[in-house]
């Protein structure tokens, strides 16, 4: 089964470079077909569309990795992951649920 994991994110986002390593680590240790998209999201029109939860935000076959709902109106906010950003692991396991 193929998995869509896409990382959305702003420039200038003080979390997106440490974040996309942890996905692309994450995505690395599935035994599964992963497509790993990365989306820069460029402006307020494009996050509207997109409508986006903050940077960066994880979606797993388009699901929020924390199930938060998108944002009608959205801008180019940063986001804040309980607990600060998911590690290694919790998105790895977060994958492989998804190809179940």
């Not at 994110?9 to 690395?28: D, K, M």
């Not at 077909?33 to 903050?54: K, N, P, Q, S």
């Not at 906010?77 to 919790?90: A, H, I, K, W």
């Given at each position: 089964m193929s998995?869509?994991?896409?990382?959305?994110y702003t420039q200038g986002c003080?979390?997106?470079r440490?974040?996309?390593?942890r996905v692309r680590q994450a995505t690395a240790a599935v035994q599964a077909r992963v497509e790993l998209v990365e989306v820069l999201v460029e402006d307020a029109t494009?996050?509207?569309?997109?409508?986006?939860?903050?940077s960066p935000t994880l979606?797993?076959?388009g699901k929020d990795l924390?199930?938060?709902?998108?944002?009608?109106g959205a801008g180019l906010g940063?986001?804040?992951y309980r607990g600060g950003l998911?590690?290694?692991e919790s998105i790895r396991s977060a994958i492989h649920a998804a190809t179940r």
């Amino acid at each position: 089964m193929s998995v869509r994991v896409e990382v959305q994110y702003t420039q200038g986002c003080p979390h997106a470079r440490e974040f996309l390593e942890r996905v692309r680590q994450a995505t690395a240790a599935v035994q599964a077909r992963v497509e790993l998209v990365e989306v820069l999201v460029e402006d307020a029109t494009h996050a509207g569309g997109l409508r986006f939860r903050g940077s960066p935000t994880l979606l797993i076959n388009g699901k929020d990795l924390e199930g938060a709902p998108g944002i009608d109106g959205a801008g180019l906010g940063c986001r804040v992951y309980r607990g600060g950003l998911p590690s290694v692991e919790s998105i790895r396991s977060a994958i492989h649920a998804a190809t179940r």
